[in-house]
């Protein structure tokens, strides 16, 4: 008898507890084997020629990492582009435009690439794969439950939740994490299956590795004035190091997607090739192995206090280089691990600086080190309430709660200054993507009253110039079925891609569809009819002089009115 059947007998309450209890031993299941994956290769390579082999370890590594990257490299660009960089703002996306739904094939084609990848030396995280795949196999384990695709949001939020929590062994911090990052809501519907999931991951990871914290510390003493006076500079030093980061990898992986000169599976080989060279140079100089793979050793050296402060500033700069190079030219993994490793350095660099001006015990500096990480993972991922937590929970250290709420206050007043958008909110919208969370009422007749505001998409793509290379431009780099068509600056139609494919492969000019247009104030009620009236599935939103305000698909309001009828469901 299968689980699906099995669970069919048991009654809505219980079946969900049993459905969610799977997702969280799946998704634990799942991160735990990529973690183990990618340490028995960086295990058996990296760390075992550097110590048995020093002689061949240069030649060896850079064969490894140009294979691995190559290997890569061809996977992901045939088998699984989506399935590139960190793997959560895919998630995201899937869960907004998708209900949850991913693929299966991005669960397997992530979990090869990124342990061959991350194992082989690239400067990039596990903790992001793990989320997306974690979150698939929860879609993934709905779908064979019988759970339609519009029901895929729980599975996919717990899943990934439990995948979270396992890859750091922070079970609250994965909660707020999911709520706060993917949800967008702390008081979301699916708290309770999200903390459950949570948990039965921790517990998952308990079982198979041991509860140990990610990272030891030395901290002999509560934190000194000294610890709260050099806090904003250290919080500064390392926000300013993840926003660093943020710009360098974002304006790399543009100018990856724009350019053709080499093939997009070569990319991951040129970032393996630099990576190689900076790591290099750095392990002969100072022995360290911190700017290949996930960088941990040394890490948990600088925070029990073993590394000086001028060589956690050589290390930052090395590692920073590097993860802007093996991200910014697609490599397969996450930004958590660098973010934390930047953040410490950072941290630990500026507290060794501060030292020069206030005396600090060599606990004072491990502190800082960790506000550090929490400051640089704050301004970058922009959820502070999990940067406290993950850090705490990873460290296992009460003390440093007060030092970590002032260190993210800091960072969050100067990444919202400096950036518009979190790191995965500007890989979305460098992708072309926008997302636009529709939380409707409980009550139908209020939902129909909504004015159409509610549920539009406020930043479309609109076609200006009917020339060729502009059309090729804006089909290639954005992926919607309609673009408006704007004459000096007033709406005229809507170019469909079909049309807009036809008019490139014949050279001829495009024919555009009318326009439907609507006032943002007027009811969905109002804008369900004009889109049937729309040939192309869509309602334009302008003002009294036809100036785009913004747009209303079919799928727009498919995806609201799913969502309406999903309100109130467990």
């Not at 075992?48 to 691995?68: E, G, K």
């Not at 995201?92 to 397997?108: C, D, H, N, Q």
Request: aromatic share 8%.
């Amino acid at each position: 008898m299968s689980l699906r059947s099995l669970l069919s007998k048991l009654p809505p309450r219980p079946r969900l507890y049993v459905a969610t209890a799977i997702y969280g031993v799946a998704g634990g299941g799942i991160a735990v084997a990529f973690h183990q994956c990618i340490h028995l290769l960086y295990g058996r390579t990296f760390e075992t020629w550097a110590v048995q082999s020093p002689d061949t370890f240069a030649w060896r590594t850079l064969a490894l990492m140009l294979a691995a990257s190559l290997a890569s490299g061809l996977l992901l660009h045939f088998a699984g582009p989506s399935a590139a960089g960190s793997g959560i703002p895919q998630l995201k996306l899937a869960y907004w435009k998708e209900f949850g739904w991913s693929s299966p094939r991005i669960m397997w084609v992530k979990f090869v690439a990124g342990a061959v990848s991350i194992g082989s030396g690239m400067s990039l995280g596990r903790e992001g794969p793990s989320v997306q795949m974690a979150g698939t196999m929860g879609s993934v384990i709905a779908t064979r439950l019988g759970l339609a695709k519009a029901k895929h949001r729980m599975p996919a939020a717990a899943g990934a939740a439990a995948g979270l929590a396992a890859a750091f062994n922070t079970p609250l911090a994965a909660v707020t994490f999911v709520l706060e990052e993917i949800i967008g809501d702390l008081n979301s519907r699916f708290l309770g299956n999200v903390l459950m999931a949570s948990m039965i991951g921790a517990l998952v990871v308990h079982g198979l590795l041991g509860a140990e914290p990610a990272f030891r510390m030395v901290v002999t003493n509560e934190p000194g004035w000294q610890v709260y006076v050099l806090t904003p500079w250290v919080a500064a030093c390392a926000t300013l190091a993840g926003l660093l980061f943020q710009r360098g990898s974002l304006n790399l992986r543009g100018w990856s997607h724009a350019q053709r000169r080499l093939p997009a599976w070569a990319l991951p080989s040129v970032g393996a090739l630099l990576t190689w060279a900076i790591g290099m140079l750095v392990w002969k100089q100072t022995g360290r192995l911190g700017v290949f793979g996930l960088g941990y050793n040394d890490l948990s050296d600088a925070l029990s206090g073993r590394l000086a402060w001028e060589l956690a500033a050589l290390l930052l700069v090395a590692k920073l280089l590097a993860t802007i190079l093996c991200y910014g030219l697609g490599g397969c993994g996450g930004i958590f691990s660098p973010t934390l490793f930047f953040g410490g350095m950072a941290g630990l660099a500026a507290a060794g600086l501060g030292k020069l001006v206030l005396p600090l015990h060599e606990g004072d500096q491990v502190v800082l080190a960790v506000v550090g990480m929490c400051a640089c993972l704050g301004a970058v991922v922009r959820a502070p309430v999990t940067g406290i937590l993950i850090v705490f929970e990873m460290t296992h250290q009460f003390s440093l709660v007060l030092p970590l709420m002032l260190g993210v206050l800091v960072s969050q007043a100067i990444s919202r200054r400096m950036m518009n958008s979190n790191f995965y909110e500007e890989v979305l919208e460098q992708d072309g993507h926008h997302l636009n969370r529709i939380i409707p009422p409980r009550d139908l007749g209020a939902w129909q009253q909504l004015p159409a505001s509610a549920i539009a998409n406020f930043h479309p793509e609109s076609l200006t110039d009917l020339g060729s290379e502009s059309l090729r431009a804006a089909f290639n780099r954005h992926p919607y079925s309609n673009f408006p068509v704007l004459q000096d600056g007033k709406v005229v139609g809507v170019l469909t891609r079909h049309d807009m494919e036809r008019a490139l492969l014949s050279n001829e000019a495009p024919e555009f569809e009318p326009a439907v247009t609507a006032d943002p104030q007027e009811s969905i009620r109002v804008i369900q009819s004009r889109i049937i009236d729309s040939r192309a599935g869509m309602v334009i939103l302008c003002d009294d002089k036809q100036t785009l305000l913004g747009v209303v698909t079919l799928h727009d309001l498919l995806r609201a009115q799913l969502a309406y009828g999903n309100v109130g469901e467990d």
